[in-house]
């Protein structure tokens, strides 16, 4: 059964660190596009991140500079390392397979369940 499982999720105050990580289970191959997504209560979910099979990325302009994705390919497995995190990087997080390099959620094609993020002051 493929699915995309998240992990790393927690509780830190403002300025600590997260590594979130997700397992692409079941899938024998090396996904071309892969990425994270965001979402709080009341808000449409933002595309954070995606790498490509090359190890190109890009990254949305709220979180440039503070998270950076990456990849291991033997192990199919995604992470997301967060530093400097802010109040307002409270969300519940999405790793997602993409169909083209894009932040745009309308071309996911799999979610994984999520993992929950707190950040307080």
């Known amino acids: 059964q493929r699915q995309l499982v998240e992990s790393g999720g927690g509780s830190v105050q403002t300025g600590g660190s997260l590594r979130l990580s997700c397992e692409a289970s079941g899938y024998n191959y090396q996904l071309p596009f892969i990425g994270w997504f965001r979402q709080g209560p009341g808000k449409e979910r933002e595309g954070i991140a995606i790498i490509g099979s090359d190890g190109g990325t890009i990254y949305a302009n709220s979180v440039q500079g503070r998270f950076t994705i990456s990849r291991d390919n033997g192990k199919n497995t995604l992470y997301l390392q967060m530093n400097n995190l802010r109040p307002g990087d409270t969300d519940m997080y999405y790793c997602?397979?993409?169909?083209?390099?894009?932040?745009?959620?309308?071309?996911?094609?799999?979610w994984g369940q999520g993992t929950q993020v707190t950040v307080s002051s």
């Open positions: 997602a397979i993409v169909t083209t390099r894009t932040l745009n959620s309308r071309f996911v094609s799999t």
